[in-house]
């Protein structure tokens, strides 16, 4: 495989990969969590020089990064999350169609002198809608990639367990083994090959997850 993306067309400037939704109302989510949703506080007139908007909204709507809290009792919140792990050199990584889980031999074509972050793109199209019926992480692979070095894994895929798990085991091999994560990704025009990741979580005190807005630059 390739280990460097190569922008087309002029090289004035660094290729940029926005791999972040669109967060709306229509946004799929797990079932039962928080929407997203925005109201208006107050708008533009003759007596308001503003509009100002609210809103509410479960933080793993969209990419997003998980906190430790989200799979373990008083483990780190999104305030607590180191920055470093999220900013850095990356490899995108093709496991389409790779069917419920991915498995260390989607990924071992492209292992060769793995960076600390990995990003697997499952989907041929990123899902618009809620699909139970996702790719998730095997924790097997969760291990192997630790052991590669690797500090985070992300996914294009609204979770690195399955829709049905309830004992999240890929989540708690992250735990374990101290990983960070990206869920909800939009992967459709990123070629496999090595990136600068830029995916920063907010510092949200007491949060599970944390929005990020999530991109790529070519090296």
């Not at 008083?74 to 900013?87: Q, T």
């Not at 074509?109 to 809620?130: E, F, I, M, N």
Request: glycine share 6%; aromatic share 6%; net charge negative.
């Amino acid at each position: 495989m390739s280990t460097a993306a190569t922008p087309s067309g002029p090289a004035a400037a660094p290729a940029l990969w926005d791999i972040s939704p669109p967060v709306s109302p229509a946004s799929p989510i797990f079932p039962g969590d928080e929407p997203y949703a925005l109201r208006w506080t107050a708008r533009l007139g003759p007596d308001c020089p503003v509009n100002l908007s609210a809103m509410t909204l479960s933080p793993h709507v969209g990419a997003h990064a998980d906190a430790p809290l989200h799979y373990a009792h008083g483990a780190s919140d999104a305030a607590g999350l180191a920055l470093e792990p999220f900013l850095g050199r990356c490899r995108v990584i093709h496991a389409i169609g790779c069917g419920p889980l991915i498995h260390i031999h989607h990924l071992q074509h492209a292992a060769a002198g793995l960076p600390p972050r990995v990003l697997v793109r499952c989907c041929a199209q990123a899902d618009t809608a809620w699909n139970p019926q996702f790719s998730a992480y095997a924790p097997d692979t969760v291990a192997w990639l630790a052991a590669q070095g690797v500090r985070l894994i992300g996914i294009d895929t609204p979770s690195v367990d399955p829709a049905d798990s309830q004992r999240l085991d890929s989540h708690q091999r992250l735990r374990a083994l101290d990983l960070r994560v990206l869920e909800n990704l939009v992967l459709d025009a990123v070629p496999e090959g090595d990136y600068e990741l830029i995916a920063l979580p907010l510092k949200l005190v007491g949060a599970c997850a944390s929005p990020v807005r999530a991109v790529l630059r070519a090296l």
